[in-house]
């Protein structure tokens, strides 16, 4: 799987996880919402210093952005190591 799509999918599981909008997001780390809904549907690719005020919004590890999962039987993920 690519890069941009491991963080697009990582990216938006957290956010929902953590029940914030797009929008929200954004404004918690200063970007704008069509930035971060490119981001989530992989058309754009963050740097690294985004990813980082990504995560800081998220309160996460920026690692947990870019780290691939791995399907499970039943359409569950699960972080691949």
């Given amino acids: 799987m690519d890069l941009k799509e ?4 990582n990216l938006r599981r957290i956010r929902h996880a953590k029940e914030m909008t797009q929008e929200e997001l954004a404004d918690a780390a200063g970007l704008s919402a069509r930035y971060v809904g490119a981001i ?3 058309n754009k ?5 985004v990813l980082g005020r990504i995560a800081d919004a998220l ?9 691939s999962v ?3 039987p039943g359409g ?5 190591k």
């Avoid at 491991?6 to 999918?9: L, Q, Y």
């Avoid at 569950?76 to 691949?80: T, V």
């Fill in 6 to 9: 491991v963080v697009a999918i």
């Fill in 40 to 42: 989530e549907r992989a």
């Fill in 45 to 49: 690719s963050p740097s690294v210093s």
């Fill in 59 to 67: 309160d996460i590890d920026p690692c947990e952005l870019i780290q």
């Fill in 70 to 72: 791995k399907p499970r």
């Fill in 76 to 80: 569950k993920a699960k972080i691949a």
